[in-house]
């Protein structure tokens, strides 16, 4: 009886052992499912360890973090997310015209005498603009080319 009583004890354990081990994802199915999610994100990755998802990489936006997240923690299985991301900091791109406002301000002043030209920077190169006369064009560009600027585009209009 008490060899029957240990042998049954035993297979009930065997099974209850079984029976837990079904139900429980292995790290393996989770980390299948965590990567196909993150594989969005070619800077970021995920590793599972005892159910609970390592989250690791960079990315653009703490948005596009948080829905990876999101879509981690629903997966059947997982505990918890450890977030270990970083998201990538935005660089201001800061524009600078290739024509030193200081000579942009000497041409104006050597045409100030002309009201209908002014001076524009136009696709990053210097150009006089506006309606003239022969004389006046010829006035303008010696004042101009007295400067030593450098490239000056003339595009006034001669009359």
Request: aromatic content about 4%; proline content about 3%.
């Amino acid at each position: 009886m008490k060899k029957t009583l240990a042998t049954m004890f035993i297979a009930l354990a065997v099974l209850a052992g079984n029976t837990s081990c079904k139900n429980k994802t292995n790290d393996a199915e989770l980390q299948t499912s965590a990567t196909t999610i993150v594989s969005s994100n070619p800077e970021a990755s995920v590793e599972i360890k005892d159910g609970t998802a390592h989250l690791s990489g960079t990315f653009e936006d703490e948005a596009s973090r948080d829905a990876t997240i999101a879509q981690l923690k629903a997966i059947p299985g997982i505990k918890d997310v450890h977030d270990m991301t970083t998201i990538r900091e935005v660089v201001a791109v800061e524009t600078v015209s290739p024509v030193d406002p200081a000579v942009q301000q000497k041409v104006a002043d050597a045409i100030k005498d002309f009201p209908s030209v002014k001076v524009e920077v136009i696709n990053n190169e210097l150009t006089i603009t506006g309606d003239v006369s022969t004389a006046q064009a010829r006035r303008i560009k010696e004042s101009v080319d007295a400067l030593q600027v450098g490239n000056v585009n003339y595009n006034y209009n001669v009359k």
